[in-house]
């Protein structure tokens, strides 16, 4: 009653939240997609959570929300041409498969109580290690920068190994967009294992893909971003269809404030993000990610307020 | 279901009025007892936030002596559906608080909200309570698993957290009699109250000796939108899935069309 006129009632999540809230979480992670060209469910997933959203709900709903960002930014990018659909495709193929995997692996640790723990270390693992090395990365650069004054492409070396052994993998395919030849192996492989990812922690997973296209596969930079938004449209939306119907955890009403508010914050931050240097950008968004990682990870081993928790087997 | 229950409801029924007969002829309990509830649906909408339900009841061929002693006692109990159900337990593994241990009970109420004349240990003992398993501590959650400590330690926490949100509670004071034969329960649903079929029923005590018990029905459903897109997620789950990819579609290619323009 008390916030009648601001509150909203999430059906799915069965709980009711703050309407403008929901729609603040939407627009910053949506003006942080503009601004820095990522889709926003590696944030919307673990804002989602630290505002008590359950974490099965928040990752179907992630998923969801996904949908939208990466079709508005695929868009742009297909008027100018810079998607590989021959490797997008691949890609998509491999992130069928992984998010299947992913769905029954999510519903197997739903059962045993595990789920949210899994989920939990995952973002931590993952937004550590990414933003751990982008931080390293674009504090590089903008010191090189400064002393050389010019611009040096600090890319980092990838491990060599595993760059030999892509390039020895049989199946070799041609891709005309990315005037690459290669096997179409590491390909599948890498598209499995962002689709399981997808699946288990509701993000698009362009955080990993792109780093991993550039740095392993050697895609050019220029039909990197649009290849992998491409892809990440189906495999979030072949998601957000089995959660719907696996686990019934996609929250339609949650999705669409997010989305709306994500709508809103992107146009924003678009503008914002061009007049910002990258290596200002990069760095902003690295400290941004460890930051959501340690707040997780602060979660981990803080004392719960209750020891105890009831999970609902079957309906009544 | 409603009519295996009406059924069950009247063998009880059957066996209580005919049982003394038999045995006892002088020795039936004159009292009989009725609560009606005003609705048998109770629809919440989404900003719902908890609400006091009042129950009726009726008592008659009360004993006047007995009753302006304020002999008469009265329980009233609005138990919620039952659910199958895992309680966890956290423990520290390396630091980390990771669930360890659980147990499973079959069939658990999700809530029970009881109202009372006075305090339930003043109306009769522990015993008695636990025969007819009324009150949060004499409730049993039915459990096939294991009946052994471990089951008892979840079950009481089980009940704490339920305690915590509202969902079980015990109020002492809230059946007040309005006139000699007439009785109103006052029971607080909180906003967390679970929807489905409750069951409300009154305990009837004389001294201290439990006499009779009346039930019924009661139906909490979510009323509007809300419902419509819970029962669409559960029933219509694959339509639900096309749904949400396709409203996420016209946003993001909304989106888009709005970028363009600024």
């Known amino acids: 009653m008390r916030n009648r006129h601001l509150g909203i009632y999430l059906p799915i999540a069965e709980l009711s939240v703050n309407l403008f809230t929901l729609l603040a979480i939407g627009a910053a992670v949506g003006f942080l997609s503009g601004m820095f060209g990522v889709g926003g469910g590696f944030l919307i997933t673990p804002l989602l959570i630290l505002y008590n959203i359950p974490p099965a709900i928040a990752v179907g709903t992630g998923a969801n929300q996904v949908i939208a960002t990466s079709l508005s930014g695929a868009l742009v990018h297909y008027k100018r041409r810079s998607i590989d659909f021959k490797l997008g495709g691949l890609l998509l193929a491999g992130g069928i498969v992984g998010s299947s995997f992913g769905a029954i692996v999510f519903s197997l640790l739903r059962r045993y109580g595990q789920l949210d723990l899994t989920i939990s270390l995952l973002y931590v693992m993952f937004l550590g290690i990414i933003g751990g090395l982008m931080l390293v990365e674009s504090v590089a650069s903008m010191r090189a920068a400064k002393v050389e004054q010019l611009a040096i492409p600090t890319t980092p070396p990838a491990p060599s190994g595993l760059q030999t052994l892509i390039h020895r993998l049989p199946w070799k395919m041609r891709f005309e967009e990315s005037k690459l030849y290669i096997s179409a192996i590491p390909v599948l492989v890498l598209g499995l294992f962002i689709g399981f990812l997808s699946a288990i922690m509701g993000v698009g997973g362009g955080f990993i893909m792109v780093p991993a296209m550039i740095y392993l596969l050697k895609v050019p930079t220029n039909v990197v971003v649009g290849t992998s938004l491409f892809q990440i449209i189906f495999v979030s939306a072949y998601t957000t269809f089995i959660h719907a119907t696996a686990n019934h955890a996609v929250d339609v009403v949650l999705a669409t404030c997010l989305m709306v508010g994500g709508v809103i914050g992107a146009q924003y931050g678009a503008d914002v993000g061009q007049k910002l240097k990258g290596e200002q950008l990069r760095s902003l968004l690295a400290m941004l990610v460890l930051a959501v990682a340690l707040r997780i990870a602060y979660g981990l081993f803080v004392t719960p307020d209750r020891i105890y928790t009831i999970a609902i087997t079957g309906a009544s | ?262």
């Not at chain 2, 039915?142 to 969902?167: C, M, P, Q, R, V």
């Not at chain 2, 509670?169 to 649903?189: C, D, M, P, Y």
Request: hydrophobic content about 45%; some cysteine; aromatic content about 8%.
């Open chain 2, 1 to 262: 279901m409603k009519r295996a229950t009406c059924l069950t409801l009247l063998a009880g029924l059957a066996s209580s009025l005919f049982a003394p007969v038999a045995s006892a002829q002088n020795e039936l309990p004159p009292e009989s007892l009725q609560i009606g509830l005003s609705t048998d649906t109770i629809s919440i909408s989404s900003n719902f936030g908890g609400t006091a339900l009042t129950i009726f009841g009726a008592l008659d061929g009360a004993d006047p002596l007995i009753q302006r002693q304020g002999r008469y006692d009265l329980v009233v109990v609005l138990e919620g559906p039952e659910v199958p159900l895992v309680v966890r337990r956290k423990q520290r593994v390396f630091g980390m608080w990771v669930n360890t241990a659980s147990a499973s009970f079959d069939l658990a109420p999700l809530s029970y909200i009881a109202a009372s004349t006075r305090n339930l240990q003043d109306i009769t003992d522990k015993q008695t309570f636990s025969k007819l398993a009324l009150g949060v501590a004499a409730l049993k959650l039915d459990s096939n698993a294991d009946k052994t400590a471990i089951a008892g330690e979840f079950s009481e926490a089980y009940k704490t957290l339920n305690a915590e949100a509202g969902t079980y509670s015990e109020s002492a004071g809230k059946v007040e009699f309005i006139s000699q034969n007439l009785f109103r329960a006052t029971l607080q649903l909180p906003a967390s109250v679970p929807v489905g079929q409750h069951q409300a029923r009154a305990y009837l005590f004389r001294n201290g000796t439990f006499i009779r018990e009346s039930s019924a029905e009661l139906a909490i459903v979510k009323s509007g939108t809300e419902q419509a897109i819970y029962r669409a997620a559960q029933d219509q789950s694959i339509w639900y899935g096309f749904a949400a990819v396709a409203l996420a579609v016209v946003i993001g290619w909304l989106g888009n069309a709005i970028f363009r323009k600024g």
